[in-house]
């Protein structure tokens, strides 16, 4: 099929029609398959917004199979990672009659470690409660019958299980060559399978981990790959920045004190007393703690360094608790040699205090503007966590980029209102080709945006009650799944007992489902499932929700997802923008708001013959003037601010099978 073209594999005739049925031919499609071949012959850069049922993953895969070279595809998530190593790439690449070679790699984290299953099975105490001993022994069953260690393979573990912590390496407690278990380890035959592969689907925080560590990857991979793909494009400034910056929790330095006494006692007990040496790390990283405490009276309990009252006393426990790490490291070091727990209390101390140099380090940067750093202090629960990040990674990332490279980025939100210019500033990819593929549905008439007139404004306290109290009869009207979409956790928790209320109130019994009462997928799953059900979800319900049908006829969003100001690192990118002459609000603030609506609201619609309404309580989106950039950013739906219209829509279209009634034209 090499010399096939583009034309030839997409039209009705050709492989792919014969292999999928239900195949149409989809003009959008091609012309992008068409964009992204020529980006490979010419070793450019094409940025590619698709949106809804264009059809972009066969799209890519063709001509990328076609070119015969080495591919990487970086996709946002797992979820994503996994369907095209399991679904699409499969289909396309036996519709084509190509013998291609494909691989799966993720990070480290997600394989099981037979070093660190078999010093869990050896230490009871390790084991918290009757459940991990029930799950323990599923992973012990699970690594007899699996060939690959992936744990996403063994879906009765919950993926947010402690556990998975335990049986999983890190990149400070592998022992590498030296792990009696070397010839087994999952890890090492993924990134041995991805080197011989020609297709290697990984993901963004891999890929971003290869950039800075040269270690979550294979070393020579990326370089030698001839095209790299990345699929949801619009996470990787937020991941490129969390990757070339630093994070350090003191949770790490009360493991570390558990793991110097366990190893120190069990295999160089008369070194030094070890119990000593452990609780001089623990009380430094509690003093660190301490020396935070003027964070509780701050709401946000995060400042940057630059704001902190209280430095000197922090710069001080900062010191201490580097200087004990330090010592201790040095004096592992010597006995290293002697188990391979010591060598990994060893390393794990030298990379911490690595972490804490890089940190303290960052504050002699700040100076050089290509280079600026913020860092910043986050106070927890029982843990601080120093952070620091880059104000830009657009030079870290494009430098990154062999010449002899195709790159083709794409999703369904990467413009605003077409243009391209905050998605290319942000990673440096000025000069790249830019193409626009609009989605074949007819939005106007599958689907209504409502925005009411009569909501108080979304920093009144009285918003929330009366928002959802439009949003009840919408549900009433819909019979089916509905989607509230929060900005914040504590509007998913209000939003959900509100509703709440109003059921008990009208002895309605549907299902109330929100975040935090399940994992994503086991929510999403009972979604799917039940009937008249309302899933409330903040940030990561956003995207990545793919419910066809009836299931989901109506998506409600309480205010626009203007980032929160107390963001250190959105705050000293916009001082910064200030600073130069910019208009951080029109230039940052509000084309991030815009791609991260168009995120939600292309939760809605699908496919061709879904239906429903998009509620929008934010009346700013209409009052005023930017917001006309922000809903002509999204889909063409009819819009209407009349409530009973919307209400008129959804009864309708709902278990009546009759065409419904026109709907009012959309007024600029």
């Known amino acids: 099929m090499q010399n096939s073209s583009i034309k030839e594999v997409f039209s009705e005739q050709g ?53 015969g070279g080495k591919v990487l595809i970086s996709t946002g998530t797992r979820t994503l990672q996994d369907q095209l190593f399991t679904r699409d790439l499969p289909r396309v690449r036996d519709a084509l009659s190509m013998p291609v070679s494909i691989a799966l790699l993720k990070g480290r984290g997600n394989y099981v470690c037979h070093y660190h299953l078999a010093q869990l099975q050896n230490e009871d105490r390790g084991l918290r409660s009757r459940s991990e001993v029930h799950q323990l022994r599923q992973i012990q069953t699970f690594m007899k019958q699996s060939t690959t260690g992936d744990r996403a393979d063994l879906a009765v573990v919950p993926e947010e299980a402690d556990i998975w912590q335990r049986v999983t390496s890190t990149r400070e407690n592998c ?11 999952f890890v090492l035959k993924a990134r041995r399978q991805a080197q011989e592969a020609e297709v290697v689907v990984i993901n963004h925080a891999l890929f971003m981990a290869d950039v800075v560590l040269r270690e979550e990857g294979v070393t ?35 493991d570390l004190a558990k793991l110097v006494e366990t190893s120190g006692l069990a295999h160089a007990r008369e070194s030094t007393n070890w119990s000593e040496q452990a609780r001089r790390i623990d009380q ?75 940190w303290d380090a960052a504050g002699d940067r700040v100076s050089d503007v290509d280079q600026q750093i913020v860092r910043w202090v986050e106070l927890g629960l029982h843990h601080v ?146 009937d008249h059900a309302v899933l409330v979800g903040s940030a990561s319900f956003w ?69 429903g309404v998009l509620m929008v309580g934010d009346t700013r989106l209409v009052d005023k003037p930017y917001g006309k950039q922000l809903w002509r950013g999204l889909p063409p739906f009819t819009r209407t601010r009349e409530h009973q219209t919307a209400i008129d829509f959804l009864v309708e279209r709902t278990g009546s099978g009759s065409e419904p009634k026109p709907l009012p034209e959309s007024s600029e």
């Open 220 to 254: 020579d991979l990326l370089p030698a790959a001839d095209t790299v793909i990345f699929d949801e494009a619009h996470q990787l400034p937020d991941t490129a920045t969390r990757f070339l910056g630093t994070s350090i929790s003191t949770h790490q330095f009360l």
């Open 175 to 185: 022992l590498g060559q030296d792990c009696p278990y070397v010839k087994d380890c």
């Open 385 to 530: 966590r120093l952070h620091a990040a880059p104000l830009s990674v657009a030079e870290a990332f494009a430098k990154y980029r062999e010449t002899s490279q195709a790159w083709v980025f794409t999703s369904a939100t990467l413009s605003v209102h077409g243009d391209f210019g905050h998605f290319t500033a942000r990673l440096g990819l000025e000069g790249a080709t830019s193409l626009r593929m609009e989605s074949p549905f007819d939005y106007a008439k599958q689907a209504l945006l409502y925005v009411p007139t009569n909501l108080p404004s979304p920093q009144a306290s009285d918003f929330l009650p009366a928002f959802v109290d439009l949003l009840f009869p919408l549900i009433q009207a819909s019979q089916g799944g509905a989607l509230v979409l929060c900005t914040t956790l504590r509007a998913v928790e209000r939003v959900a007992q509100l509703l709440g209320d109003l059921y008990e109130k009208h002895g309605i019994e549907w299902p109330i489902m929100r975040q935090g009462f399940g994992t994503r997928r086991d929510l999403l799953e009972k979604f799917r499932t039940l």
């Open 284 to 358: 430094a990283a509690k003093d660190l703690r301490l020396s935070c405490a003027s964070l509780e009276k701050i709401p946000s309990r995060k400042v940057t360094y630059d704001a902190f009252i209280d430095r000197h006393e922090f710069d001080e426990a900062r010191a201490k608790l580097k200087q004990a790490i330090a010592e201790i490291g040095d004096m592992l070091k010597v006995l290293e040699q002697k188990h391979p727990d010591l060598a990994i209390a060893a390393r794990t101390c030298h990379e911490l205090e690595q972490v804490m140099h890089d």
């Open 15 to 67: 492989p792919l029609a014969r292999h999928s049925p239900g195949y149409r031919l989809r003009p959008a499609q091609i012309e992008l398959a068409e964009a992204v071949e020529l980006t490979i012959a010419s070793r450019s850069t094409l940025i590619a917004e698709a949106g809804t049922g264009t059809g972009k993953t066969w799209a890519y895969l063709v001509p990328a199979l076609l070119s």
């Open 543 to 611: 995207e990545g929700i793919d419910i066809a049908g009836e299931r989901l006829t109506l998506v409600a969003i309480d205010k626009l997802p203007f980032a929160p100001p107390d963001d250190p690192v959105l705050e000293a990118r916009l001082r910064h923008c200030r600073e130069q002459g910019g208009n951080p609000f029109m230039e940052y603030q509000l084309p991030e708001a815009a791609i991260a609506l168009k995120q939600g609201a292309g939760r809605l619609i699908r496919t061709e013959t879904d239906w």
